[in-house]
């Protein structure tokens, strides 16, 4: 099983590229900007990741940007997930990135961009994974903000599929950021929102984002399963559930296998992702495998957790069914 996963053609639509700086890089890069770290070694740092909760995360994450100055730091920031994922068998990816973590912080937004696109480009070309951006907002900071920001991403909308929302949840529901969505939404892209596992109010924001938003997606969403309505919702709009266990993991102690099968079972449409992968330690495979030795999920419902990651993702319709298909072809040759 553990080959089948590994070698198995894969997507993932729920990483947050700030989340993929990995330690290693980290060093290099606050020697080559001069930023002073508060740790001697990489090995220091990952001792330091001490999170039972999303602000105890937050906090890590956000100080871990610092060592992010120019477009190159950026490049090789998003040239290092797409090849890491890429040696996992992912083939294609929908990436997160934060430009109000770097804004407020004195770096342009063109300098995120440009440098996270150009990875793009290059790692598709070079390495055969395809890769598509989604603009989060953070939740914790104004709705006018995340409108301004929205401004700065119009000459850019072509390297755009969505917008998502992230970020402390507490007291920051959906509702609040309804105009931003409004206004993405007319400009063509897709929207999806965070709803994280046993947040405040988690069910009032999960409602919020379908009626309210009418989001495409819900990232994490685990908690709609504690209402009927909810889940009738999500199945009938084919709304896709973007979970990460190892993530889940820090703050519910389980890697939510039971909910996970529960939803299979709900015929919703739940995916697979890794999250914040150099902090919690673990990319897709690992998520995949970890998720498969706790819930004992069998080989049909390892396909259908990989394949709804492909169905749900924002691409045309031509290149969903040639990754489908190749998918497929896997499966065939590898399923007695
Ligand atoms: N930013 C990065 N990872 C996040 C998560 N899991 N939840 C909310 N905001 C995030
Ligand atoms: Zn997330």
Redesign the pocket.
């Known amino acids: 099983m553990q080959s089948f996963i590994k070698n198995m053609p894969k997507a993932e639509l729920h990483v947050?590229l700030?989340?993929t700086l990995e330690p290693e890089l980290s060093f290099a890069l606050a020697k080559k900007n001069s930023v002073e770290l508060p740790y001697k070694t990489p090995e220091e740092l990952v001792a330091a990741y001490d999170f039972h909760d999303?602000p105890s995360?937050?906090s890590i994450?956000y100080a871990g940007m610092d060592v992010l100055i120019d477009e190159d730091d950026f490049y090789q920031l998003t040239y290092a997930y797409l090849t890491k994922a890429r040696s996992q068998e992912t083939l294609y990816s929908e990436l997160?990135f934060?430009p109000q973590a770097h804004t407020t912080r004195g770096i342009s937004f063109d300098t995120v961009i440009v440098g996270i696109h150009k990875a793009q480009v290059d790692a598709e070309q070079a390495l055969g994974i395809k890769s598509q951006l989604i603009m989060?907002f953070?939740?914790d900071m104004s709705a006018e903000s995340a409108m301004q920001h929205l401004d700065l991403a119009k000459p850019y909308l072509g390297w755009l599929v969505g917008v998502g929302l992230?970020?402390?949840?507490r007291h920051n529901p959906p509702i609040k950021f309804i105009k931003v969505f409004s206004e993405a939404k007319k400009m063509g892209l897709k929207l999806t929102m965070?709803c994280?596992v046993n947040q405040q109010n988690t069910l009032i924001h999960i409602e919020q984002c379908i009626s309210d938003i009418q989001i495409d997606r819900i990232?994490?969403g685990i908690n709609s399963l504690e209402s009927e309505v909810l889940c009738e919702l999500i199945k009938d709009k084919k709304i896709g559930l973007t979970v990460?266990p190892i993530?889940n993991r820090f703050v519910v102690q389980s890697l939510t296998s039971d909910e996970i099968h529960r939803m299979l079972n709900k015929d919703m449409l739940v995916t697979i992702n890794s999250?914040?992968p150099a902090y919690f330690r673990a990319y897709l495979n690992e998520n995949l495998i970890e998720l498969q030795n706790e819930g004992k999920f069998d080989q049909n419902q390892i396909v259908t957790l990989v394949s709804n990651a492909f169905k749900i993702a924002w691409l045309d319709d031509a290149t969903q069914d040639s990754y489908l298909q190749k998918l497929q072809r896997y499966v065939s040759q590898h399923c007695e």
């Open positions: 947050h700030e989340g999303l995360f937050l994450y997160f934060d989060c953070l939740r992230d970020s402390d949840e965070h994280d990232d994490h990460c993530s999250d914040d």
